[in-house]
Every structure is written in structure tokens, then in C-alpha cells.
């Protein structure tokens, strides 16, 4: 079974904590950081996600792309991430694909219940998306704990300095 994630993007963000403060300061940022987020959760899940903002923030044509593998839908003018997301979820939706569509917007979650979708609030992906944040934080630590060791002795200082080079953080 195929599972997708619909993600109303403005709802989440004005729902949860950390993106509703970085959207008060800069909107572009609690986008990326909402993606961010979600192709963490993909990666872990393997749901496919597709996040939708509407046109009332961001005016034009429909555009579509890729960011960290997330599918993104800024929605054309006049229509609403609702409606783009009602329309996903009767495309998508068969036999073999189970379609669910994070938002708090207590309507949309009755309309696209109807077309056979599940719903998840936001707080519902919060919270899921928390536990997955904190489940590849173990992995990584255990990862990290099995790497090799270096065949030349380094002081704890040396190992430090190498690290952040690794890392770009000079």
C-alpha cells in the first residue's frame, strides 16, 4: 500500500509553534523550515508529501517543484490550497494508495473524509513529526558511536576542529 501526505501549508504553519513565530518574522523561512521538517518525516515514513500554499500569500500562475524530494503546489490565483487538495485526494485516492491530509481546517477534514481520504490535525503531524525527529536523532547517535576509530591518535580538541571542518562550520 502506497501512502501520501497532503499538507495544507499555511494551516500547519499557523498551527504550529516554532512556524507560526517565524512566519510573524519571515514567511519565506517557515516555508522552507515546514519542508525541512517534512522531508524528514518522508524519509522516515515513506510516505510521499506534497505540500500545498495557496494563492492568497503568493499571486500568479500555479507552480510546481521539488525541494528535499517534497512535492510543493503554490496553487494559481483563485483557487484555494482546499480546493487543490480536495482535487489531489479524488486523483490519488484507489485501491492501492491510501491518501491522508494533514490540516485543522475542520471543513476541509469533512470534505476529503468524503472522498475517502484520512485526516490528520495538525497537532496529529506535530506530534508525529517530533517522534520521527527524535527517532533519527537515536539512529544517528548510534551511528555515530559505531564509526570507525582513527588509526592516528588525535586529542579530544584536534577530533573537535576536524568535525567542524567536516561539517563546514570553520
Do not use: C
Not at 499557523?14 to 518525516?41: Q, T
Not at 485526516?119 to 564509526?147: D, G, N, P, T, W
Amino acid at each position: 500500500m502506497r501512502n501520501i501526505l497532503l499538507v495544507d501549508g499555511y494551516n500547519i504553519i499557523g498551527a504550529w509553534p516554532e512556524l507560526k513565530v517565524l512566519k510573524d518574522r519571515d514567511l519565506s523561512a517557515a516555508r522552507d523550515r515546514l519542508i525541512e521538517i517534512l522531508a524528514e518525516y518522508k524519509a522516515y515514513t515513506g510516505y510521499q508529501v506534497i505540500v500545498v500554499f495557496d494563492a492568497y500569500f503568493v499571486q500568479g500562475l500555479e507552480r510546481k517543484y521539488k525541494n528535499y524530494n517534497i512535492d510543493v503546489i503554490y496553487t494559481k490565483e483563485n483557487e484555494t490550497a482546499d480546493e487543490r487538495i480536495e482535487k489531489l485526494a479524488i486523483e490519488l485516492s484507489n485501491i492501492q494508495t491510501q491518501v491522508h491530509v494533514a490540516t485543522s481546517d475542520f471543513t476541509e477534514q469533512w470534505a476529503i473524509f468524503g472522498q475517502g481520504a484520512l485526516r490528520k490535525s495538525a497537532r496529529e503531524l506535530l506530534h508525529e513529526s517530533k517522534y520521527v525527529s527524535r527517532e533519527v536523532e537515536k539512529k544517528v547517535k548510534i551511528q555515530s558511536k559505531a564509526k570507525p576509530t582513527s588509526k592516528i591518535p588525535l586529542t579530544k580538541e584536534v577530533e573537535e576542529k576536524f568535525e567542524k571542518w567536516r561539517r563546514g562550520q570553520f
